[in-house]
């Protein structure tokens, strides 16, 4: 772990927390628990389910594209977990190096880090930084022509983004945002290609993805982030993590799910 600097407090760090802690607190109360997975639950939960079969049984060229280090293993890393065990191959585009508002020297280099002790731990084929700026990506078309690029060179299948609408409309990250709207636009133009999009971190979940056989993966897989966890307290974290799947598997009998938005 390189050296702190000095113990200046991280506001996005402090805000994670604050919202982990709230987050499983909240849902340690059942009923919480139960109306959240009802406000979540896609019209067709066994529909949906086996939608979710259907993509992670089948092997393919998958492109998995994120705005930082840890969003993906957080948001969607129990599909690409078993994605990658059914013998997809799956590359990791992350567009910042989540370096802006850390507590460290040579923080982007110990994120890049982390992010590859996660992809072994994940099985990715291979992970790419754009390394452009944390909490600045660009809201213009130099972010689709960089995405455009990505995507022109692993030729996808399967491509995963943000769901620019996301989860909680009302803590929005902008850089999630611009990722998710940029993927929309490039879909737009792509849409006889015949690659799927699926946004995850979306509240429109109509795929849902049985990740219990791989939930203890995902916990290891996020704590490898382990810069980012510094203020959380472990326990916590795997709650938070498994009252998630929790929730977002909805009525469908799952134990744990990640939901997903099909795009196209
Ligand atoms: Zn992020």
Request: hydrophobic letters at 45%; proline letters at 5%.
């Amino acid at each position: 772990m390189p050296d702190k600097v000095q113990a200046r407090p991280d506001r996005t760090l402090a805000v994670k927390r604050f919202l982990f802690s709230g987050f499983y607190r909240a849902g340690s109360c059942r009923w919480v628990e139960r109306a959240a997975a009802r406000l979540m639950a896609p019209d067709h939960a066994a529909l949906a389910a086996a939608l979710g079969e259907l993509l992670v049984g089948t092997p393919r060229r998958v492109l998995a594209l994120t705005a930082h280090p840890d969003d993906l293993e957080f948001f969607c890393g129990g599909t690409l977990r078993r994605m990658a065990l059914a013998g997809s191959r799956i590359t990791a585009v992350v567009l910042s190096d989540g370096e802006k508002r850390g507590n460290w020297r040579e923080l982007a280099g110990q994120r890049q880090a982390e992010q590859w002790h996660a992809a072994r731990l994940q099985g990715y084929e291979s992970v790419t930084f754009l390394g452009l700026p944390d909490f600045g990506l660009p809201e213009d078309p130099r972010l689709e022509r960089a995405i455009a690029r990505v995507w022109d060179h692993a030729a996808p299948e399967v491509v995963f983004a943000f769901d620019p609408k996301e989860l909680v409309p009302q803590m929005a990250n902008r850089d999630h945002k611009a990722l998710g709207r940029a993927v929309m636009d490039l879909a737009r133009a792509r849409v006889s290609g015949g690659a799927q999009v699926y946004f995850y971190g979306t509240r429109s979940p109509d795929v849902l993805v049985d990740i219990a056989p791989v939930i203890a993966d995902k916990l290891r897989a996020v704590k490898a982030h382990q810069s980012q966890m510094v203020y959380l307290d472990e326990a916590e974290t795997d709650g938070a993590i498994r009252l998630m799947g929790r929730i977002m598997a909805g009525g469908s009998g799952l134990a744990y799910a990640e939901g997903l938005f099909r795009l196209m």
